[in-house]
């Protein structure tokens, strides 16, 4: 229902009268104006509606300027109510932001706290708590704010604000940063959401560090400075990563700097190879220890997810593969880690079993070879040159360039720049090492040698073959 601000009516009307409007008015609506017409010049009545809290009380006959004034002077009076209150919210939250970085930087007294926390309207967070601390960054240059960083740092505050509910406050330090308490129970999930839909709305990473779990809210100093050092020490080299004093490793969404074996396993992920990916996740599991399992299963779910988007995006797969919130749930809610790594099982097998099912997909393919079509005779042709224009990692591409055609992409385009080569042999006077760089290949020696290996004859000796002497 759209908000009314004035209403205005006439004493005498059918039904309920405009003193009872205005009274009924009061009670649900309180702030708006109310604006009495009536034609009974009755002091019972003007005593009554002043009672009220009416804003005027209009005799008739009334001249239609005479209402233009009052309505005018209705809106100017609703005007500055909202810019004093406005500046009140304001002000307020300023001294919301300063009671809570108080408290982040200086133990306080537990009644102190609780009185000044309950005169600006907010709750103390009940028992155990941790701080966090969070450095918004630029994804094109890690070392810049991002543009418009002002926004950017609003919508990020407002979007954490909604996922921690009453479990948590935060606030604005600095440009850069922002400052968190949360309570305990949180973990890393909702942090690595809040992370992730960071990304989603602005473009930009959050390097996010939490400090030691405390017993109550007033004693937050101290995880705060541990939050603030790890910050410091690890976050201006980390990129889009989340830091938790509880656990020895950065817990980092990209998939760069990643072992041998989770390589190998998103690989196969990607080929749709489950029983592959299954020895490849009891393998990578089978090397930490229990307490570390559970954050490596909520890790590699995460990767699972981006990796789902990106093939979505890409059009890799057609209906979501992975229902994600669900299957956060069901890990935090599963106490044995067996029980945890077999949820992560089958949320592999119903990404690859997707995969199965919509087989290659004509609509990308047809744009990646379309683009080779157009670029081959680029020497600089590559497959990161492909994965920068289609949004994809090469290892991606790699992947699902040789399951929809059958052939890796090195192989598919030396074959066209051969075809290419052969046409030009046949159909021009050019030279050799002139046929060589027009079709992309900017060493002569090592054309002429794969032109051999390819059709057994040199470029020269195919030439002849393929136009006789006149």
Known sequence: MTPVDIVITDINMPFINGLELTKRLRIDFPDIFVIIITGFETFAYAKEAL?????????????????????????????????????????????????????????????????????????????????????????????????????????????????????GYIWKYGGEYLHAIVSAPIGIPV???????????????????????????????????????????????????????STPAIIQIATEDISEYEQTLYRNLYEGNADECYILLDTILDGISIEEKKTEIMRLLFHFSDIVSKMESQHIITSASLDFDSSVERIMHEKHTGGQCAILKSVVANICQELIQTGTNDSLNRKLLNYIEENYTNSQLS????????????????????????????????????????????????????????????????????????????????????????
């Open 51 to 167: 009672k009220l809290g009416v804003f005027d009380y209009l005799l008739k006959p009334i001249k239609q300027q005479e209402i233009q004034d009052c309505v005018r002077r209705a809106i100017d009076t609703r005007v500055l109510q909202r810019e004093s209150q406005s500046k009140f919210l304001l002000s307020i939250e300023l001294l919301r932001q300063e009671l809570l970085e108080k408290n982040f930087e200086n133990p306080m007294d537990k009644s102190d706290l609780a009185r000044r926390l309950q005169e600006l309207g907010l709750s103390p967070l009940q028992g155990p708590c941790k701080a966090v601390s969070i450095r918004i960054e630029n994804y094109e240059n890690i070392y810049a704010l991002p543009q418009d960083s002002e926004r950017c740092s609003y919508d990020v505050k407002e979007l954490a604000e909604r996922m921690l509910g009453q479990n």
């Open 191 to 245: 942090i690595l959401e809040i992370q992730k839909q960071a990304k989603a709305l602005h473009d930009v990473s959050l390097v996010i560090s939490i400090g030691m779990e405390v017993p109550s809210m007033e004693q937050i100093h101290s995880s705060a400075v541990q939050a603030w050092e790890l910050q410091k020490r690890y976050g201006i080299l980390s990129h889009d990563c989340i830091i938790d004093s």
């Open 383 to 470: 497959l990161t040159m492909l994965g920068d224009n289609f949004q994809m990692s090469p290892a991606y591409l790699c992947s699902i360039f040789k399951r929809m055609n059958k052939q890796t992409f090195s192989e598919y385009l030396t074959n066209r720049r051969m075809e290419q080569a052969c046409r030009l042999l046949r159909q021009t006077n050019l030279k050799s090492y002139e046929v060589c760089s027009a079709v992309g290949i900017t060493n002569a020696q090592y054309f002429c040698a794969r032109f051999k290996k390819y059709y057994g004859i040199t470029p020269k000796e195919y030439r002849n073959k393929a136009i006789p002497e006149q």
